[in-house]
């Protein structure tokens, strides 16, 4: 039955547990075809926007927003954690523009899987299903398996359509090679996201597509477009069509170009979510890697042209903090010094400043931010200074978007070593955001051999949506 909130109160593992699809006899299909006929996962007001916001790297859970003052000095670390605008929240020193903005975000204290590494935590995390084979780094690229979020969500949202479903900024990030879970994955290329590129010389953004050739005027540029499609339309089978359609509108879209353009917005808009410096400072040396990241001047910014997609009216955005492997969150090594001097100060900028303005513009109600890295930190502080990976546990924050701001939905136990309460998995998270949507996260949708798998691996976590 649903909820007063619109969620599903029947859970899969009820269901399961009633009689599972053997004795009815269904096959997952039909399992999956019969939940969907029974109950309705989705909300009265579901969210337009969804703002992802990828931590590549994975952040310190116990130096960030799930502290543990009464720990050991080697589990609790150097920072102390201070008061927040939600009544018995806490949170890092070092965050004091997101204590300001508490009242309007939702944590997930209990969010693990199993994945212990970058690559393998990372399509954990923003596709909700594990990498096929073991816990790996990949040192040569493979296909993308299962779509990300936004690459679901436009193939499955209801509505009308828009110029731009799903954009993914300011880079493709990578270990190696770039991190297959960024795309549509088998849903196909008409479900990528549109990419856009930082320039942090010149402090702007742009679009591959967008930028027009010079040496073609608009009409011989749509003339030649035009021939391509009806060209690869007469052989028959004509994969590429669409997106040469999609790319053709996009050259004319006006309302995505100027989104693009932040140099649009005030200097007072633009110092709000904070311009950064490039490379390290007089002195400083490589303590972890996080002050020598690409494009780290504009950390703030991409916070503040996300907001501006929202604005443009696009559906999903992908925000990817810090774009190579090494030069992230990964603080193997002074962590505490890593996350006080360079990883936090401009975070806590930008995402606060975005909360604040999508609260003071009408659209945090319709906009949910999700937060997250691949993983968490251990508990343990080692030797240098540092911590390392920690799947088992880490925090999700949740804003907007209907969220009962100031909740906190499980915890970690005293050393914020594992779930004490209430643990979710990438798959809630996923069956979460598509809910919000109105996406029932049981649909069906099927892999290149015609495989038929639920969009999401998990359930809404309902508890946190008033």
Known sequence: MLGPDG????????????????YLGLNLGGLWRAQAAETRIATSRPIKSCILVFLYGGPSHIDTFDPKPEAPAEVRGEFASIATTAPGVRVCEHLPGMAKVMHHVAQLRGMHHAAHLHDSGSIQMLTGRPLEGPDRELFAPIPQQFPSYGSAVSAYRNGDPVEVPFAALPYVFQNVVPTPCQGAGFLGA????????????????????????????????????????RLEADRGDNPLAVLQEEALRLLESQAIRTALDISRETPEVRAR?????????????????????????MRGQNFLLARRLVEAGVPFINVYDYKQQGANWDAHVNCAHQHKRYLLPQFDQGLSALIEDLDQRGLLESTLIVVTGEFGRTPKINPVGGRDHWPECSTVLLAGGGVTGGAVYGSSD??????????????????????RFGIDPTTEMHDRSGRPYPIAAGEPVAAVFG
Not at 13 to 22: E, K, S, V
Not at 213 to 225: A, H, I, M, Y
Not at 414 to 435: E, H, K
């Open 273 to 297: 979510y904070g311009i950064g410096e490039d490379g390290l400072g007089a002195g400083e040396v490589n303590g972890g890697g996080g002050e020598v990241g690409f494009g780290r001047a």
């Open 414 to 435: 005293r050393m914020g070593a594992f779930p004490a309460t209430n643990p979710v998995t990438p798959g809630d998270l996923a069956a979460t955001i598509f809910a």
């Open 7 to 22: 969620f599903d109160r029947l859970s899969r593992r009820r269901l399961i547990q009633f009689g599972a699809g053997a």
């Open 190 to 229: 008409k479900y990528d996201p549109l990419l856009i590129d930082v320039n942090p010389g010149r402090r702007e953004y742009e679009v591959d597509v967008l930028r027009p050739r010079t040496e073609l005027g608009p009409d011989r540029r749509r003339s030649r477009q035009q021939l391509q499609v």
